[in-house]
């Protein structure tokens, strides 16, 4: 086949090239212009909410009932929960992820591989709304067997699958960067002796712990940023508190609760939303500064 004769003449790609470069310059601009909006817009809100509300009382309350008779805006107990989940949802997804990517990069065969990876990721492509509704079903009866006081809604059966939710993501990202280790590096070590777990655990993992991380810290950000999960099995009741097996209440499932709700756009109520996003941006913000130096520093001490 003559691919020549299905190319388009130099005379036509000339007049097109400017068209593509513009195309290609506005969808930077208006990627670019949308960030700057939703920063615009948290930042105008969050600015009316604090005009109104003290940031200190914002910051360290430890009460929030924005939306009763007597309101308190203490974000504390939303902040725990999203932690106490977050924290849960990091202790499975986290050693588990990793322990399947070095079994994926250093032990399993070709053929292996192509099997067990699509058939991991598959965990990414179920709707988060099932996963609710499978913490809330499955999940929590089978948890309050061993647990008998446990309460039907509660941050351990959400933090858990929400860990299995964000597995994939942690183990394919973990796995590419243990792939992208230069063979040389596992070819020396084994020429010092070194076993095939020696390798992976003290020569591969070191080395590609730049993308580990971002794996980690990206990871953090979705289950700090997840919704449903936690909106339909966590419950909706902000608390203070580090007990895995009592309801709680994540900063993203109160903005849900209001933005569905009966709450009068423009009132003080409706602007705690506004908040707490700017509060949720501003942290998954840090991760990814945390993370982008982390990525840095390993990428220096190993050039």
Known sequence: MNVAAFRP????????EPLIERALFL????????????????????????????????????????LFAVPRFGVLPLVAGTLLVTLIAMAVALPMGLLSAIYLSEYAGSRVRRIVKPVLEVLAGVPTVVYGYFALLFVTPLLQRV?????????????????????PLVSSLAEDAMRGVPRGLRE????????????SLRVVVPAAFSGITAAFILAVSRAIGETMIVAIAAGQQPRLTLDPTVPVETMTAYIVQVSLGDTPQGTLEYRTIFAVGMLLFIGTFGLNLVSTWLR????????
């Open 27 to 66: 969808c930077a601009v208006l990627s670019i212009g949308t960030t700057i909006g939703i920063v615009v817009v948290l930042t105008i809100e969050t600015g009316a909410f604090f005009r109104e509300v003290p940031i200190v009382e914002f910051l360290t309350g430890t009460e929030w009932t924005p």
């Open 188 to 199: 020396a070590s084994y020429a010092l002796g070194a076993t095939r777990m020696q390798t």
């Open 147 to 167: 647990v008998p006081a446990m309460a039907g809604f509660n941050a351990l059966s959400p933090g858990i699958v929400m860990g299995i939710m964000i597995l």
């Open 296 to 303: 840095e520093r390993y990428r220096e001490a190993y050039a």
């Open 9 to 16: 003449p130099r005379r036509i790609q000339r007049r097109f």
